[in-house]
């Protein structure tokens, strides 16, 4: 069986600023501290896989999406 979860970036370059947002199972979305990378590497940790990635842009701003999963059970 397996359990999924969503890493969501949202990236402004006038500011240079980017949010982080995790939504893990049975939970909600939370903001999380440090870049994507740093965010991504902790879950990986803790057992998630990268699924699937998806990238979207225009002008000043850019968004990514990445989709984990992770056994759970036997």
Do not use: C
Request: negative net charge.
């Amino acid at each position: 069986m397996w359990e999924y979860a969503s890493v969501i970036t949202a990236n402004d370059a006038e500011s240079q600023r980017a949010g982080v947002s995790v939504k893990l199972p049975g939970g909600s979305s939370e903001r999380q501290q440090g870049d994507t990378s740093t965010v991504l590497n902790q879950l990986g940790a803790e057992g998630w896989e990268l699924v699937s990635y998806h990238s979207s842009g225009a002008g000043t701003w850019g968004f990514e999406q990445f989709w984990l999963k992770r056994q759970v059970g036997s």
